[in-house]
């Protein structure tokens, strides 16, 4: 009898391996192989302050559908952090430029014949757009990917972020020489520069392609693949116009495809910006497989 496919998810036990990036710099990274592969692998993106474990049981299930998948942490998170935080330092721009150059060249060196889906998870779908080369990238999927700008939050919810960004994120992140990002519940606590980079771009509309406070060189135009964004009702971060703004910085992408998710109508309580990598969400990593199957 076949295993379902939850069953399967919890059976996949993943190559612990290291991805090195050009300047030296050693990534923990975790491969699932599935037993029987299809022509897809699939570079997880992690959201800012999020371990690659967090996306163990969506890797699995993917993996018992035939994807290759490659999980890695960012210099500074988790496994890939190796002094104090507050005596390391890089920033969300650095993770493209760096890491996910390095992951996407791994990838492609060991898998040249298999179509490259990225999933980026909030700020992993952003990190894509300053890595040289995502050339290699066929397909990709944006999970809770926002533009930051406070001006795009709820209306209920600006005046609040506003504050957050432009001084209690800065002033914090000075102080300490981190930013302590437990304690407000968002993860892992940030280096210092991702926090400053954070805030500086969540100021302007134009976030980080601002042409005074973005960041530059990047390469959002050069992606040329199929995008397929994300986006939950209950998603105070990354609200539909806000996740609708973000795919649009790929402006050259072949297809631009958004999904603004009712969880209820799914039979799920809730989603919100992290909720997506939950087993409660079956449902919907099957929809998203056979996209990816498809593209």
């Given at each position: 009898?076949?295993?379902?496919?939850?069953?399967?998810?919890?059976?996949?036990?993943?190559?612990?391996?290291?991805?090195t990036a050009a300047d030296g710099y050693e990534l923990a990274a975790s491969v699932y192989a599935p037993l029987v592969p299809n022509r897809h692998v699939i570079l997880l993106n992690s959201?800012?302050?999020?371990?690659?474990?967090?996306?163990?049981?969506?890797?699995?299930?993917?993996a018992s559908k035939g994807f290759t998948v490659v999980t890695y942490d960012y210099r500074g998170i988790g496994d890939s952090l190796r002094v104090a935080i507050?005596?390391?330092?890089?920033?969300?721009?650095?993770?493209?430029?760096?890491?996910?150059?390095?992951?996407?060249?791994?990838?492609?060196?060991?898998?040249?014949?298999?179509?490259?889906?990225?999933?980026?998870?909030?700020?992993?779908?952003?990190?894509?757009?300053?890595?040289?080369?995502?050339?290699?990238?066929?397909?990709?999927?944006?999970?809770?990917?926002?533009?930051?700008?406070?001006?795009?939050?709820?209306?209920?919810?600006?005046?609040?972020?506003?504050l957050f960004v432009q001084f209690i994120m800065p002033a914090l992140s000075h102080l300490l020489s981190y930013f302590p990002s437990r304690f407000f519940g968002l993860g892992e606590n940030y280096p210092k520069g991702v926090a400053l980079e954070w805030s500086r771009w969540s100021r302007r509309r134009a976030y980080l392609l601002h042409p005074k406070r973005g960041h530059f060189p990047n390469y959002f135009d050069e992606f040329r693949g199929d995008i397929l964004a994300l986006s939950f009702t209950d998603d105070i971060?990354?609200?539909?116009?806000?996740?609708?703004?973000?795919?649009?910085?790929?402006?050259?992408?072949?297809?631009?495809?958004h999904w603004h998710i009712n969880p209820k109508e799914h039979?799920?309580?809730?989603?919100?910006?992290?909720?997506?990598?939950?087993?409660?969400?079956?449902?919907l990593w099957k929809q998203l497989a056979e996209w990816i199957e498809a593209h």
């Open positions: 009898m076949e295993a379902s496919s939850h069953q399967a998810s919890k059976h996949t036990l993943p190559e612990q391996t290291v991805i959201g800012t302050g999020v371990k690659r474990g967090y996306y163990h049981k969506f890797a699995s299930f993917l507050q005596d390391f330092d890089t920033s969300i721009s650095e993770w493209g430029e760096k890491d996910c150059v390095a992951a996407l060249d791994w990838v492609h060196e060991r898998f040249p014949e298999k179509r490259l889906t990225v999933v980026g998870h909030s700020a992993g779908g952003k990190i894509p757009g300053f890595a040289h080369n995502n050339v290699y990238i066929s397909s990709l999927v944006t999970v809770a990917v926002p533009n930051s700008y406070w001006g795009l939050w709820h209306w209920w919810g600006r005046r609040g972020y506003f971060v990354a609200t539909g116009a806000a996740a609708e703004a973000f795919m649009r910085f790929y402006a050259n992408a072949e297809n631009h495809t039979g799920i309580e809730s989603i919100g910006h992290s909720g997506y990598f939950r087993e409660a969400c079956l449902s």
